[in-house]
């Protein structure tokens, strides 16, 4: 069904080398709406030559005004965009709530403190810097830190805002320019992020936004032999064809791939508190976000109390149309993923995994429409099976009982992801021996989804390359140069 003509927002230009530019592939794709199924904006999208001319504009900012400028002018441009998408955060978490059916509130608190991030990667930008290397009387030995050079940025659309922020800000602070090809379900923030930083005044070029398909665009930007580095947030499975189409010119890459974390709750904690933490984490973002707690392991003392708990707040949380204050949880972000969702909890029933709340899609009143679906809860699951083995990416929670640490770590480490963790003890000792001994990239103790401008995140295992955030995310756009000097 399609929106009455003239109704859908229109964003028919792609931000190239500082000007709004119609593209010269592709053309207009309707944005859906995930609340109502219907389009609510016409995008316009780029292709290989769009790309091209991306490249080129990047890779001319780079090699003029970007690289020469100093790191304290290239924070004071950083700062300003700091301060825009402070004043900006509001309407843009709209966008983002219109376009991924993220609850408005979540959106604005996720999007209020992206802020965060140019600031805080600007007060780094004059700062990189290398060591000197002890030789002997003779020779001087000294290292600086270089930007890569042109970095082709590509996020998925579970959290557009937060993955594009990521990668910009350290890239911007390193020195490098970026062509970002943002997902093609959301892609609307990612030229309104162009817009903020047009009235920052970087330099054309500097930032470039090509919205597009990924077997187009995004492939298209992969392969370019003028890109330097990408930096990716998606599947494993797109990671994969990125390393080969990528392999021509042996670009850097880093990534940013799925979780299924375990969120081991032992009897010893603060039940209450693990609850609250693991049953939102469970339904944040729909359940579409990498970071979430999906698989619950929980000792076997408590497990019947965290199971009745759960299904309890399964019920209340509040499903409804995202821009609704009022609204926990919005529909999923896509159709696709819809079915994709609803198939999982169809597999749940059929391994024999125990539902104990939700288990289908929502249709009521308003939400006839939409992609919909209650907050769900499998209960005595086994690790082996596939709920608890793939990344389902909706709000379906897996509770998984174990006894004593030897099993928590034996099932929390069985699996091919590693991205997050989170354990609740009291017991001081244990916190520091079982998060030791987890194969993930950050474990959460007695917290989970505590994640700052300044803690590295990243994955171990098939969840990633690479760190995001904190001191470590700048090494993703920059190389080390060594200089040996004879006297
Ligand atoms: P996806 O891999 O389908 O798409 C991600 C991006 O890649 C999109 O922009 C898409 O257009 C592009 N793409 C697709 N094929 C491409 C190709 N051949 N060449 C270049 N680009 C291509 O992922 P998704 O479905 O958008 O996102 C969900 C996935 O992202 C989940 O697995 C989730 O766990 C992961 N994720 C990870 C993190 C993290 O920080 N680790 C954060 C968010 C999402």
């Not at 609850?103 to 991030?117: K, P, S, V």
């Not at 970095?151 to 557009?160: H, L, R, S, Y």
């Not at 082996?384 to 009982?401: C, K």
């Not at 917290?447 to 700048?474: D, H, M, Q, V």
Request: net charge neutral; aromatic share 8%.
């Amino acid at each position: 069904m399609r929106a009455p003509a003239g109704s859908l927002v229109r964003y028919d230009r792609l931000f190239v080398g500082g000007e709004w530019v119609a593209p010269l592939d592709g053309g207009l794709v309707e944005s859906i709406d995930p609340a109502t199924g219907l389009p609510w904006a016409e995008v316009g999208f780029g292709g290989p030559r769009d790309i091209d001319r991306a490249v080129a504009a990047a890779r001319e900012a780079f090699e003029g005004p970007w690289r020469r400028m100093p790191g304290w002018e290239r924070a004071a441009l950083l700062r300003r965009l700091a301060d825009l998408y402070r004043e900006h955060a509001g309407e843009m978490a709209v966008l983002e709530s219109r376009d991924s059916g993220r609850a408005i509130r979540e959106a604005r608190a996720d999007l209020g403190a992206h802020h965060h991030w140019y600031q805080w990667f600007a007060s780094l930008a004059d700062k990189i810097s290398g060591r000197t290397i002890p030789m002997d009387d003779t020779v001087h030995c000294f290292t600086t830190r270089v930007p890569v050079g042109v970095v082709g940025a590509i996020t998925p659309w579970n959290a557009p805002m937060l993955t594009t922020t990521w990668k910009v800000a350290p890239a911007l602070a390193a020195g490098c320019t970026v062509v970002l090809k943002p997902a093609e379900q959301t892609p609307v923030t990612a030229l309104e992020l162009a817009r903020l930083i047009e009235k920052a005044g970087f330099p054309p070029g500097v930032f470039n936004v090509v919205p597009g398909y990924g077997r187009d665009a995004g492939a298209r930007l992969v392969a370019h032999p003028g890109v330097d580095k990408i930096a990716f947030t998606g599947e494993g499975r797109t990671a994969k064809t990125i390393l080969r189409n990528g392999a021509d010119n042996l670009k850097r890459f880093s990534f940013e791939l799925g979780g299924k974390a375990p969120h081991i709750i032992f009897a010893d904690a603060d039940v209450d508190q693990a609850v609250n933490a693991a049953t939102s984490s469970a339904w944040a973002v729909c359940g579409q976000s990498c970071a979430l707690g999906s698989r619950v392991l929980v000792e076997r003392p408590i497990y019947d109390r965290v199971v009745a708990a759960f299904a309890e707040r399964a019920r209340k949380v509040r499903v409804g149309m995202p821009l609704d204050e009022t609204t926990h949880m919005g529909p999923q972000a896509h159709a696709e993923q819809l079915d994709k969702t609803l198939s999982y909890i169809k597999i749940g029933r059929s391994e024999g995994a125990e539902l104990i709340a939700g288990g289908g899609r929502l249709t009521d009143g308003p939400l006839a429409n939409g992609y919909f679906v209650a907050p769900t809860v499998f209960a005595n699951v086994a690790n082996e099976m596939r709920i608890a083995r793939e990344e389902i990416f909706g709000p379906v929670a897996a509770l998984i009982p174990f006894s004593g640490e030897e099993e928590a770590v034996a099932i929390a480490n069985d699996t091919t992801y590693g991205l997050t963790a989170g354990l609740w003890t009291r017991d001081v000792g244990r916190a520091h021996r079982v998060s030791a001994r987890i194969q993930a990239g950050i474990v959460w103790v007695n917290t989970y989804r505590y994640i700052r401008w300044s803690t590295p995140y990243g994955g171990f295992k098939a969840s990633g390359w690479g760190r995001e955030n904190g001191l470590e995310a700048l090494d993703n756009f920059l190389e080390t140069r060594t200089t040996v000097v004879s006297t």
